[in-house]
């Protein structure tokens, strides 16, 4: 079956870096975009960062775009999310997707705070 784990989350003072991972199995990681999304306190889950299967074709929400990176290793089924200056409005659970044949996927999330 479908699994996706994150990892990586923690406490960082604003200005910090963590970098989160995913590890997916269950499916051909290889021919599937991966995503990945958050969910800050009391608030929706919201899109972060998208990587089409190629690696090479990505899109950031407006809110991230120029501090996080999000990459893939497709030898590896590893997706991951480098996150630099990152403020306290960053704080959140992060979680993988993926969307195969109309259906979503998630991992249980990874929770990131920021904060000094």
């Known amino acids: 079956q479908v699994q996706l784990v994150e990892s990586g989350g923690g406490l960082v003072q604003p200005g910090g870096s963590l970098r989160l991972s995913c590890a997916a199995s269950?499916?051909?990681?290889?021919?599937?975009?991966m995503r990945w999304y958050r969910q800050p306190p009391e608030k929706e889950r919201e899109f972060v960062a998208n990587?089409?299967?190629?690696?090479?074709?990505?899109r950031y929400a407006e809110s991230v775009m120029g501090r996080f990176t999000i990459s893939r290793d497709n030898s590896k089924n590893m997706v991951y999310l480098q996150m630099e200056s990152l403020e306290p409005e960053d704080t959140a659970v992060y979680y993988c997707?993926?969307?195969?044949?109309?259906?979503?996927?998630w991992g249980k999330g990874t929770l990131v705070t920021v904060s000094s």
């Open positions: 990587i089409r299967n190629d690696g090479i074709t990505i």
């Open positions: 997707n993926v969307n195969i044949y109309g259906l979503e996927y």
């Open positions: 269950g499916f051909m990681f290889i021919s599937y975009d």
